[in-house]
């Protein structure tokens, strides 16, 4: 299902591959590839309506645009038109935007192994009053598009509905092990002092207590987010944190619910600081949120296709 709200800028760097393709295809073979193009013009199964459009001719397209034998079997191969299929994806938008007016249901303990600690929290939010649950929120239907483009079959862990608070973090981690859940991101931005900047990817530590035991998640938890890191990094521009994990933009925690409790393989990221004015700018853009959905989903796409 694809989202599109007010705020939703659709992906731009398709068009621009695409059209020359098509073109290029067009004026080089007749009959039964012309068809396939008109079709991929059309719009694939999940496609956008503006990579659709790209279909059409572009009068500014120049008609010498080189085609590649290479190119065109990697387009046309089912299997490579849908990477993911077969593959199953969690996202976990962090907080609820329901959550502040839950204050006692989200204060409830819960066990996470290690320790017990509060069912959700609020998040955080911009100095302006955009929530981090917005955010999240808005990244994870971005996010989904994308994956479900690639063939993955994406569940998220709430969708902003009833009820209008949690899930608790037991629980999000309950529905990545119970969908056996190839990968798993839960969302986040950080609420840290001004100044504070950039992202990080949060990886599980190895924990073994009660509940918890990540030993089996650990390392491919740890690949996971390499890639994630490295795919947010190459799509937004963005540095890593300079306030946590020493400049690499990964972090490891032994004190998330979220990661103690999981069974797949699963990280956190903190896309930017909503507290700093700079990150805040960023993190309240359609266009950037765009960007990181698809760096995100980069690095999920690498770490599925191994
Ligand atoms: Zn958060």
Redesign the pocket.
């Known amino acids: 299902m694809s989202y599109s709200g007010p705020e939703f800028d659709p992906p731009r760097q398709r068009r621009f591959r695409r059209a020359p393709l098509a073109v290029g295809l067009a004026a080089l073979v007749p009959g039964a590839l012309l068809g396939w193009v008109v079709y991929e013009g059309a719009g694939r199964p999940g496609g956008s309506p503006g990579a659709g459009a790209a279909g059409q001719a572009d009068p500014a397209t120049p008609k010498s645009a080189p085609v590649s034998p290479t190119d065109d079997a990697k387009v046309a191969s089912p299997s490579a038109a849908l990477p993911l299929r077969g593959k199953v994806v969690v996202i976990d938008p962090?907080?609820n935007p329901g959550n502040f007016q839950h204050t006692s249901e989200i204060n409830q303990k819960v066990n996470i192994g290690t320790n017990w600690k509060e069912c959700d929290t609020t998040?955080t939010s911009t100095n302006a009053g955009y929530s981090?649950a917005r955010f999240t929120l808005d990244v994870a239907h971005r996010l989904r598009t994308l994956l479900e483009r690639q063939g993955a079959t994406v569940k998220l862990t709430h969708d902003g509905d009833r009820p209008a608070w949690g899930p608790c973090v037991t629980r999000r981690a309950e529905i990545g092990n119970a969908a056996h859940a190839d990968a798993a991101i839960s969302l986040?931005?950080d609420g840290a002092p001004e100044g504070d900047r950039g992202f990080h990817v949060i990886l599980p530590a190895s924990v073994h207590s009660g509940a918890a035991d990540t030993r089996p998640i650990v390392a491919s938890a740890r690949t996971l987010g390499e890639r994630v890191e490295s795919g947010f990094a190459k799509v937004t521009g963005s540095a890593p944190s300079n306030y946590v994990g020493n400049g690499t933009g990964l972090d490891v925690r032994a004190d998330l619910g979220g990661l103690n409790l999981s069974t797949v393989p699963k990280v956190f990221i903190e896309c930017g600081n909503m507290r700093d004015s700079k990150d805040a700018a960023l993190l309240t853009s359609g266009a950037w949120r765009q960007k990181a959905a698809q760096g995100i989903s980069e690095g999920i796409v690498s770490f599925l296709r191994g």
Do not use: T
Request: charged share 15%; aromatic share 0%.
């Open positions: 962090g907080h998040g981090e986040h931005a």
